[in-house]
């Protein structure tokens, strides 16, 4: 079995030449001029990425460090302004948190984000993950940093056939043994950049890979089989109701509550299929106009969507004018919904 050092210095090697160019990036060559990350930048993307796609996260971040260029800058940001931004990427508490881990940087920290890992577990919002990740790439810490493409890497790599999640702590074990003391912040975005592009799940390049010499899964001929993976159980499907109401082309909307699911988001008064919500917001003739799907991470769900418009008062949210309404603040459920009856509605 090759040593790592060779193997960490092998794959350092293949990044210098092939190293993805992202936004939040600094490049391999610049980092070697001494030009350190931004860590509020690489903090952002890290959050941002949970989750999520690169390429779904890009537009998301120039828009964010367009309008809150430094940490400061977005925890003076009003609530609401940052939920809007971040409606459509989804898993909502993020941003939450976002903005709680800001505001502790400026209140507890004088505006910098602490320069260990250890320190950045204790800001919130801020798990092992992402704090491996900051440490190692805007300090150098050589810390380790496991996410999926690191699993898989690592899995192949040492042929650990052990099914995930239940191999998650010997993948971090081995993972760490790879980790080098120079350039670790480069290695751990080369080790994601390799399970990215190189090492993928189901069509693995292994010709070009820098590590197919030493890789024992590649050997056994089993790379696409691995990591393997306890079967997940079969999610449930809710059901529930939207009522979009609307005057004079104003739309009726309401802020959600803090807690739980879309939380602090503006949404589209529903029924308590999400544990919050009531009943319709108004006596109306509201009528079905079709409905909308939408996958969460834990159940399927399917929304009614009925429509009508509004005379009297309504007991819960607040009218938008159509001039002030933007659909793309909407979580991506709820946008669904506008979708199916803006036509009705602006018809």
Request: aromatic share 8%; with cysteine; hydrophobic share 40%.
């Amino acid at each position: 079995m090759q040593d790592p050092e060779s193997l960490s210095t092998q794959l350092l090697a293949w990044y210098d030449r092939h190293a993805r160019v992202m936004p939040w990036r600094v490049s391999p060559l610049d980092c070697a001029a001494g030009i350190r990350p931004d860590p509020y930048r690489v903090w952002l993307s890290e959050v941002m990425l949970q989750q999520t796609t690169v390429a779904a996260v890009k537009d998301y971040f120039h828009r964010f460090t367009a309008r809150w260029p430094t940490v400061a800058a977005l925890a003076a940001a009003p609530d609401a302004d940052v939920m809007g931004e971040w409606a459509g990427l989804g898993y909502y508490a993020r941003a939450r948190n976002l903005l709680k881990c800001a505001r502790a940087v400026v209140a507890d920290h004088g505006g910098r984000f602490p320069d260990t890992r250890e320190g950045l577990l204790t800001l919130p919002g801020i798990g092992p993950y992402t704090a491996s990740a900051i440490a190692a790439i805007a300090f150098d810490e050589p810390a380790t940093v496991v996410d999926g493409n690191v699993e898989r890497v690592i899995a192949r790599l040492r042929l650990v056939e052990t099914p995930l999640p239940a191999a998650k702590a010997e993948l971090t074990t081995l993972a760490a043994r790879l980790t080098p003391a120079i350039r670790p912040g480069d290695y751990a975005q080369a080790i994601m950049d390799l399970g990215a592009t190189i090492c993928t799940p189901r069509s693995p390049a292994c010709g070009i890979c820098p590590w197919t010499h030493a890789c024992l899964a590649r050997a056994e001929g089993v790379q696409t089989d691995l990591p393997r993976k306890s079967p997940k159980p079969e999610k449930p499907t809710r059901h529930g109701t939207l009522w979009l109401g609307h005057r004079d082309g104003a739309i009726l909307l309401e802020r959600r509550p803090d807690r739980g699911l879309l939380g602090g988001m503006l949404g589209i008064p529903g029924d308590g299929w999400d544990g919050q919500g009531g009943p319709a917001p108004a006596s109306a003739d509201w009528h079905a106009i079709g409905e909308v799907r939408h996958t969460f991470t834990h159940f399927h769900l399917i929304l009614t969507v009925l429509t009508a418009r509004l005379y009297g008062p309504p007991t819960r949210g607040d009218f938008v004018p159509r001039h002030d309404f933007r659909s793309g603040a909407l979580p991506t459920v709820m946008r669904k919904a506008w979708d199916l009856a803006r036509h009705e509605i602006e018809s």
